[in-house]
């Protein structure tokens, strides 16, 4: 009889839990990139569907969102590219369902990456390349993956131009 107490009172407590989306995101991976992968497969995706809610059009831009050039983000092509795939392994099928959805291209990014998933929840994505810019301001370098790059007047760096010796 206590057990059948005990497995009754378990149940309850775990259906009154909610899903956190921000249990999603891998702990060990940097929140600001997990954002941006998040931003760049939404903006990406809608500048290959434009307006369109067709199931097809949108399922074949995510299936090849991640393997696209990322030009103009925060972050290099390369580490967009890892946070895109760290998102979109745990959100694909929400954020089809999203796009198919959406009330317009304009609020979308916001909906899903800050609200429902919460990827970009306290989080100024701009935060990163206001830093590289006031360096940049300062003539300082950035100190990324074990090197010092120079930001551009933009705060961007490019690895393959941008490494500083010190």
């Known amino acids: 009889m206590i057990i059948l107490i005990y497995i009754t009172l378990i ?3 775990n259906a009154k839990k909610k899903f956190d989306p921000i249990s999603v995101r891998p702990r060990t991976f940097d929140k600001h990139i997990y954002c941006m992968g998040c931003q760049a497969i939404i903006r990406e995706t809608l500048k290959e569907i434009k307006q369109s809610r067709s199931e097809v059009l949108i399922e074949d831009a995510l299936s090849r ?8 983000y925060a972050y290099i092509s390369r ?3 890892s946070g895109c795939t760290v998102f979109i392994g745990g959100w694909r099928d929400q954020l089809s369902e999203h796009l198919m959805k959406r009330e317009s291209n304009e609020s979308i990014e916001d909906e899903f990456c800050v ?5 970009c929840f306290e989080i100024n ?3 990163v390349q206001e830093y590289r810019k006031k360096m940049y301001k ?3 370098p950035v100190y990324m993956d074990g090197k010092y790059y120079m930001p551009d007047e933009n705060g961007y760096v490019d690895k393959t131009r941008d490494l500083v010796d010190l």
């Open 65 to 72: 969102v991640c393997e696209k050039e990322f030009k103009g």
């Open 138 to 140: 300062q003539k300082q």
């Open 11 to 13: 149940l309850a407590i």
């Open 79 to 81: 580490t967009v590219e």
């Open 125 to 127: 994505p701009l935060e």
């Open 115 to 119: 609200q429902y998933t919460k990827a």
